[in-house]
């Protein structure tokens, strides 16, 4: 049984760098992880993903902020997270083993959730 478990979250404010931090537990290496976060009201979304050869995908309101890393020694997965906006808030999701695409929400595995909220 896969588990995960998110951390680094909190309140800062606009500008402000934070980063997001995975630990999995059951992770068979090479399934892929992602991120994906949902503000109040809208939709879950798709923010990045890194397969086990360490590639990278990442949503388009995020690309050039935010880069996301995994240590498969350690099956953890990060999130860097630079220049936050207000518009950033959400609670961010961890998710491991995608059924179909990795920008779906189709993953088998997913954390509790943290949660961002940036001040302006």
């Known amino acids: 049984q896969v588990q995960l478990a998110e951390s680094g979250g909190g309140l800062v404010q606009a500008g402000a760098s934070l980063t997001l931090s995975c630990a999995a537990t059951g992770l068979v290496k090479t399934m892929p992880m992602g991120w994906f976060r949902q503000a109040p009201g809208k939709e879950r979304e798709f923010v990045a993903a890194?397969?086990?050869?360490?590639?990278?995908w990442y949503g388009d309101s995020v690309e050039g902020r935010f880069t996301i890393s995994r240590d498969n020694a350690k099956s953890t997965v990060s999130l860097e997270m630079n220049s936050l906006q207000p518009e950033d808030t959400a609670v961010y999701y961890c998710?491991?083993?995608?059924?179909?695409?990795?920008?779906?929400?189709?993953?088998?595995?997913w954390g509790q959730g943290i949660q961002v909220t940036v001040s302006s």
């Open positions: 890194a397969s086990w050869t360490y590639t990278t």
């Open positions: 998710a491991a083993d995608p059924r179909d695409s990795i920008f779906l929400q189709t993953y088998n595995y």
